[in-house]
């Protein structure tokens, strides 16, 4: 009965246009940086004033440097717009501990803000709920999103778990997030035709790319480091600036790694921002890249390791581009979670079909 009193109070929230606008912003901002914050989380954090305008708009950057909220005071008062300041939205439960930077918890409460709107709670066993506890006790209005059952506020919930799937499975499984990417030409198969590494189209390119600047490792086999001499860097979209990526060659034939890791390749691997890593052993795998604090990881790879992949159940996502007719590919993705985060990152891009049989694409 409590229960019930309790949703139909918070269902009297208003969900404006403009809060849905701040979440929007928000996320979209926080977007921007994944593939650069592990192991931190991404967060985003919109500002309005009391007529919902925006007053700024802020993502946490990187480990050790402001995280979203603090940025977007230090904006705030940049701008001469602090006493304007009305409506914070985060993706992410406000931190209420002294970390590398102080609890950002206590520098809401010194501002004039009347509302604090949450997209989902602290993952983190140990700090879940203590932000926002924090906030309600110093007298500010916080919305959690998941207190709430309408349908909107369950959508940015959903967002924000999305955009948070890789730290929190970092964080709880002490596991990195695994999204495999295939691309398949019109007959099925993932050879590219002679003297090419592609075949997808631009737009697909584009989207590879987008996800490659969103992970922190790329996986591949020898077999394809000896044949295609990928760089997998990022280049049909800006990357981060020093960015350093992990680049994982898995092999377990010493004298074929010997073979087609030329020193020429290793420089130029490492020109291109990569650290190398060797895996000779699969099983070993979800360890290493822990070790190395990979929070997101893709694999790109021949259809040999991605089997291996499959009967492993070695993945979090699989993202398959299947070639239709020249210059045109439908993209899918599976997600064994209830969160997509590469849907989210990707979120220009039309998802054609989800539940494809997995055996018929990895054959
Ligand atoms: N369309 C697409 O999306 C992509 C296509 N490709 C294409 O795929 C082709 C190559 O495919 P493929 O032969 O699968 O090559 P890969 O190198 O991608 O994968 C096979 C290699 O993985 C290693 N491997 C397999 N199982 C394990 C294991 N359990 N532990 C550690 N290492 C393991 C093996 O190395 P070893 O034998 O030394 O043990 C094997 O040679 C190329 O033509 C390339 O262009 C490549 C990437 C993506
Ligand atoms: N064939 C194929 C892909 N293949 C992957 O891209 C690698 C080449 O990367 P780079 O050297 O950076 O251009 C190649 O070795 C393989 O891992 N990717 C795709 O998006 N579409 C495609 O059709």
Redesign the pocket.
Known sequence: MQARIHSTLLDKVDFSERIVNGFRRAIREALQYVGRTAPNPPVGCAILDEQGNILTVAAHHQAGALHAEALALQQCKELGVWDRISDVIVTLEPCNHTGRTPPCSEALLKTPAKRIWIGIKDPNPYVAGAGHIRLREGGKDVILLEEHSSEIAQYWHQQCIDLLAPFTKFMLEQKTWITV?Q?MNMTGS?V?PKGQ????SQK??TL?HQLRRGTEAII?GVN?IKM?I????V?HVPDHPDVTRLLVICSQVKEKLEDALSEHYIKQAKANGFSLLLCNDLEQLPELLYAHKVMWAMV??GPVLLQEFRQRQLWDEWLT?RQQAQGEDDVAIISKHPACPTRQLLSDVQFLFEKEDLCSLVS
């Not at 590494?197 to 997808?200: S, Y």
């Open positions: 990417k691309a993932m590219p590494k592609t075949f997808t697909s390119l590879a591949t394809t295609d990928p760089s997998f860097t280049r790109e790879a581009i």
